[in-house]
């Protein structure tokens, strides 16, 4: 029957000695002092602090070493207090989830300009920019009053003009100039000529204060020009704005421009209306048949930059049916405060007004 002791045999000093049962006659081992050194194949007389317990096949021991590897990679799950849930790094993500203004530097993450503080758009450094841009007036964009973001296009980006830069009835069959001698000393605002051709060409211009702008007179011999008010061909005499010219008798005019060598193409002045500044003009043509006698194909009324002339750089505006009156709108560089016009057609009564409508 169990009892609280056993008996052993200590073969050392051959004597048997009482050992401790539990009720169930299960031996009580006191491992109190047994270290993991005292193991038979556990040789860790001296451990480290951090070694670990490493197999040393030699000899056939288990020894203390230091680890073989550093920390490998592993999930949340491994964490306990859980890093999500619980601990000084939950509390620091759940409070920048719950904040809708950073008021620190965060690590990049897609948000609107709501999540800043100061506000990109209204404070700090960026809004100094902004309103920096916003004051300019300068740039093909637009900025200040000519900026693209307010409600309309062409006051904005344009400055708006009106009025007719030309209007005329022309009955010459083009493309050839004007041209003739002066007869007589010139004053400063008239010119007589003699020895003409062409001369309908300039014909048939309205009253000078209809329209602004101004077909250049040119003095081939002098090398300088006038800018035409209105021409009278029944008394051969041009009216030119005032000039302080020496222009003389027998001297060479034409209104063949000096920058377009093709032939019929006359220079027209935007000086009175367009500053110096501007580059590109927007402007409209009406180029209609009075006669109302025949088609023709040729009629053309052509709109080309104040340069060299180009196939590529031609605005056209064709008349060609009986009657017809063509009106286009388009844009064209301004070089100079000038473009260069060219009428064709037949010997039909030609009606032509150019238009602005602004210019940036």
Not at 110 to 122: K, L, Q, S, V
Not at 253 to 281: K, W, Y
Not at 295 to 313: E, N, T, W
């Given at each position: 029957?169990?009892?609280?002791?056993?008996?052993?045999?200590?073969?050392?000093?051959?004597?048997?000695?009482?050992?401790?049962?539990?009720?169930?006659?299960?031996?009580?081992?006191?491992?109190?002092?047994?270290?993991?050194?005292?193991?038979?194949?556990?040789s860790?007389?001296?451990?480290?602090?951090?070694?670990v317990?490493?197999?040393?096949?030699?000899?056939?021991l288990?020894i203390a070493?230091?680890?073989?590897?550093?920390?490998?990679?592993?999930?949340?799950?491994?964490?306990?207090?859980?890093?999500?849930?619980?601990?000084?790094a939950?509390?620091?993500?759940?409070?920048?989830?719950?904040?809708?203004?950073?008021?620190?530097?965060?690590?990049?993450?897609?948000?609107?300009?709501?999540?800043?503080?100061?506000?990109?758009?209204?404070?700090?450094?960026?809004?100094s920019?902004?309103?920096?841009?916003?004051?300019?007036?300068?740039?093909?964009?637009?900025?200040?009053?000519?900026?693209?973001?307010?409600?309309?296009?062409?006051?904005?980006?344009?400055?708006?003009?009106?009025?007719?830069?030309?209007?005329?009835?022309?009955?010459?069959?083009?493309?050839?100039?004007?041209?003739?001698?002066?007869?007589?000393?010139?004053?400063?605002?008239?010119?007589?000529?003699?020895?003409?051709?062409?001369?309908?060409?300039?014909?048939?211009?309205?009253?000078?204060?209809?329209?602004?702008?101004r077909?250049?007179?040119?003095?081939?011999?002098?090398?300088t020009?006038?800018?035409?008010?209105?021409?009278?061909?029944?008394?051969?005499?041009?009216?030119?704005?005032?000039?302080?010219?020496t222009?003389?008798?027998?001297?060479?005019?034409?209104?063949?421009?000096?920058?377009?060598?093709?032939?019929?193409?006359?220079?027209?002045?935007?000086?009175?209306?367009?500053?110096?500044?501007?580059?590109?003009?927007?402007?409209?043509?009406?180029?209609?048949?009075?006669?109302?006698?025949?088609?023709?194909?040729?009629?053309?009324?052509i709109?080309?930059?104040?340069?060299?002339?180009?196939?590529?750089?031609?605005?056209?505006?064709y008349?060609?049916?009986?009657?017809?009156?063509?009106?286009?709108?388009?844009?064209i560089?301004?070089?100079?405060?000038?473009?260069?016009?060219?009428?064709?057609?037949?010997?039909?009564?030609?009606?032509?007004?150019?238009?602005?409508?602004?210019?940036?």
């Amino acid at each position: 029957m169990p009892g609280a002791l056993a008996w052993g045999y200590d073969t050392t000093n051959k004597v048997w000695l009482p050992v401790q049962v539990d009720s169930a006659g299960r031996l009580k081992v006191d491992m109190s002092a047994i270290n993991l050194d005292d193991l038979g194949d556990v040789s860790v007389a001296t451990p480290t602090d951090g070694y670990v317990l490493t197999y040393h096949a030699a000899s056939g021991l288990w020894i203390a070493a230091a680890p073989a590897g550093g920390m490998s990679v592993h999930g949340n799950e491994y964490h306990d207090p859980d890093f999500e849930g619980e601990g000084v790094a939950a509390t620091l993500v759940e409070t920048h989830r719950t904040t809708e203004v950073h008021i620190e530097p965060q690590p990049p993450a897609a948000h609107g300009n709501e999540a800043h503080d100061p506000d990109f758009e209204e404070e700090g450094v960026a809004a100094s920019l902004v309103g920096t841009h916003a004051a300019l007036t300068t740039g093909v964009h637009g900025a200040g009053t000519n900026v693209l973001l307010n409600s309309s296009l062409m006051t904005n980006l344009f400055t708006p003009i009106a009025g007719e830069i030309i209007r005329q009835s022309v009955t010459s069959k083009c493309p050839s100039p004007f041209s003739a001698l002066i007869n007589g000393t010139p004053n400063g605002t008239s010119v007589v000529y003699d020895g003409e051709t062409n001369e309908a060409s300039v014909a048939g211009l309205y009253s000078g204060a209809g329209y602004w702008g101004r077909i250049m007179l040119y003095n081939s011999t002098r090398s300088t020009y006038r800018k035409i008010v209105s021409v009278n061909i029944t008394t051969n005499t041009i009216t030119t704005e005032s000039s302080t010219d020496t222009w003389a008798n027998n001297d060479a005019i034409t209104t063949q421009s000096q920058t377009n060598a093709e032939a019929g193409f006359i220079d027209v002045d935007l000086s009175a209306i367009i500053p110096s500044t501007a580059t590109v003009l927007y402007m409209g043509s009406l180029y209609q048949d009075l006669d109302k006698t025949a088609y023709d194909i040729a009629r053309q009324l052509i709109v080309h930059p104040y340069s060299a002339f180009d196939d590529g750089k031609r605005c056209f505006n064709y008349a060609a049916v009986i009657g017809q009156g063509s009106c286009i709108y388009f844009f064209i560089p301004v070089i100079s405060q000038k473009i260069t016009v060219q009428y064709r057609g037949t010997a039909n009564t030609m009606l032509i007004i150019l238009l602005a409508k602004g210019y940036y």
